[in-house]
């Protein structure tokens, strides 16, 4: 999709400080970057020590992004298997579009349900989302 944003960079610039004070985000934080928000504008990673928002991930960015900007889409080929579970999350709490590139494994969540814009279908395995998906990929 040409009109999909790139995560990463739009949270660099866009991001609100009070997004990460949201116990999903904290969440998401702790699950995949294995790091802990402290206070403010201060998350502690067992690997870099303190750091700023903008040094997470770009999974974990492009994830706070889909959750705190559901209006708009994000290209999800930032993120990593390791996000899968956080996509589907988002997408039971909110009503989002993304794109995504590559077959994220969804395997072990089964039963879920992701529409394929593209064939205008529900998959609710991960043998249909294959099968649907790598049609355009």
Known sequence: MEAANYGPSWFKYNYRPEWLKDPFVQQM???VDHSRYVDGLVIDSPVLGPIP???LSGGLKTLIMI???ADLVFDATSCG???AKWL???GTRKD???NLNYLMTFEEYEPF???IENEN???ENYKDFLFTAAKYL
């Open 29 to 31: 934080i702790e699950d």
């Open 53 to 55: 928002p903008e040094r």
């Open 67 to 69: 959750y705190e900007r």
């Open 81 to 83: 298997d390791n996000c």
């Open 88 to 90: 589907l999350e988002i």
């Open 96 to 98: 989002v579009l993304v």
């Open 113 to 115: 349900q992701i529409y």
């Open 121 to 123: 279908k529900l998959t």
